[in-house]
């Protein structure tokens, strides 16, 4: 019951969130449409988080205290490069929530119990990058983006998610080892994400 009652706290927080998001955007007045080819872009990195989720899925989450550290490399990379080539507000909820329902498409089906856990590390990173001007060609935005998403996934995932559906309990210096190893990794991840982003958009402007 108690955990019921959090998990829909989470939800209504959320919401809260998401206002609080939309809310900046207008008054920072930087809310713009996405072009077809904006979008054509983060459907192909959406692609790209679900190929980078695949390891976790067939294995990669058994390898204790590593799994976190390894799974964050790529799916980091992979995201703030999307930050990098479409640098909107919308484009992280776009690129993790994407993911999230095109894994679940493919998987076992839709399942809405999921969707707070997405939105949420897509909303902390929307108000991260609104509140920062969206300069994601800061490295410190950069990182902080990446670690932000980091550890609202993991802290979510196994502080409130794991127990409320699955009824997985672990203690608190489990919790807190995956919390950091994930961010350990999201930092690497950032790093490497810095270094190609040149690299990548300007290959993206030669082929324009």
């Known amino acids: 019951m108690i955990l019921a009652w959090l998990y829909f706290t989470s939800v209504l927080g959320l919401l809260a969130a998401i206002g609080a998001a939309v809310f900046l955007g207008v008054r920072k007045r930087v809310i713009q449409p996405f072009t077809t080819l904006e979008l054509a872009t983060a459907a192909m990195l959406m692609c790209l988080l679900h190929v980078a989720v695949i390891p976790w899925q067939i294995g990669l989450a058994k390898i204790p205290g590593l799994d976190a550290l390894i799974f964050s490399i790529p799916y980091t990379v992979i995201f703030l490069l999307g930050l990098r080539l479409v640098p909107k507000p919308g484009m992280a909820m776009l690129l993790i929530f994407g993911q999230g329902i095109f894994g679940q498409l493919l998987g076992r089906g839709i399942n809405p119990a999921w969707w707070p856990y997405y939105l949420w590390c897509a ?71 810095w270094k190609l982003a040149p690299i990548l958009e300007k290959a993206t402007r030669h082929a324009s």
């Open 123 to 193: 909303v902390g990173v929307e108000i991260l990058l609104l509140l920062t001007g969206g300069r994601v060609k800061n490295f410190s935005v950069l990182l902080g983006a990446g670690m932000l998403r980091g550890l609202l996934a993991y802290a979510y995932m196994y502080l409130l998610l794991a127990p409320f559906l699955w009824r997985q309990y672990y203690a608190p210096w489990y919790v807190a080892m995956k919390i950091l190893m994930g961010m350990i990794g999201c930092a690497i991840g950032a790093m490497l994400a």
